[in-house]
């Protein structure tokens, strides 16, 4: 089963700053999807971004864009000009684009992000 | 407007009892997950159905079933052999696996065991 990781628990970040969480997975696919959500305090889960494997081009999304680092494993998120709505618990998620999963999401633990004044 | 519900909001259930959440979606998407969120744990997958009649067991399915007579609907009962049932359930829906497309996600039931 693939494995997603998010070091950094909690992350702090000052309003307008800029700031970056990360991801790695684990996988021996080749043909994969990654996505970030954001879930507020309100507990719904929004997607932020998403990022084909197959795709050279790191997605952006407005202020949210992704380093994806295909051989290196790596799908981190770059916020810039952090404002306070961007406070929020963040999951990083993997998904096979193999139908034997049934395109289940595999989920990090999250990163909680606050944004101080 | 469309979007997944899930009721209730909040559930309480005595222990050895069973209870059901029930989740329902009229965006007209085959597939249906169900996903249990703990404190520091992230989501994990609990069942999922890619059609009707048809479902398939998640990574913690043990005390849990779930049934998909209809496509709208994925209903989950959280039986008396769940021995840790506390947690927050997220519900989710799916348009077409072979495409970036993003999971939908209700806005969850919190099941606390008394």
């Known amino acids: 089963a693939q494995t997603v990781t998010q070091s950094q628990p909690e992350m702090s970040v000052q309003e307008a700053e800029t700031v970056t969480l990360s991801c790695t997975y684990d996988t021996s696919e080749s043909d994969y999807y990654l996505f970030w959500y954001k879930q507020p305090p309100s507990r719904q889960m929004i997607l932020v971004i998403r990022q084909e494997a197959y795709k050279q081009q790191n997605a952006t999304e407005n202020r949210f864009s992704v380093n994806f680092q295909k051989a290196a494993k790596s799908f981190s998120l770059k916020i810039s000009d952090s404002q306070l709505g961007d406070a929020a618990m963040y999951f990083c998620?993997?998904?096979?684009?193999?139908?034997?999963?049934?395109?289940?999401?595999?989920f990090g633990k999250g990163t909680s992000l606050l944004v101080t004044p | 407007d469309g979007g997944i519900t899930q009721s209730p909001k909040y559930l309480f259930r005595k222990e050895g009892q069973n209870v059901t959440l029930s989740c329902e979606q009229n965006?007209?998407?085959?597939?249906m997950y169900w996903y249990r969120q703990d404190p520091g744990q992230g989501l994990r997958l609990i069942y999922y159905s890619q059609i009707v009649n048809d479902f398939q067991k998640g990574d913690i399915a043990e005390g849990y079933s779930v049934s998909r007579e209809k496509k709208e609907s994925f209903p989950l009962t959280v039986t008396s052999a769940q021995k840790n049932p506390t947690a927050f359930y997220l519900c989710a829906s799916l348009a077409r696996g072979g495409a970036p497309n993003e999971q939908f996600f209700g806005p969850g039931t919190r099941l606390t065991v008394l």
């Open positions: 998620a993997y998904r096979s684009a193999n139908s034997n999963s049934g395109y289940a999401l595999n």
């Open positions: 965006l007209n998407h085959d597939a």
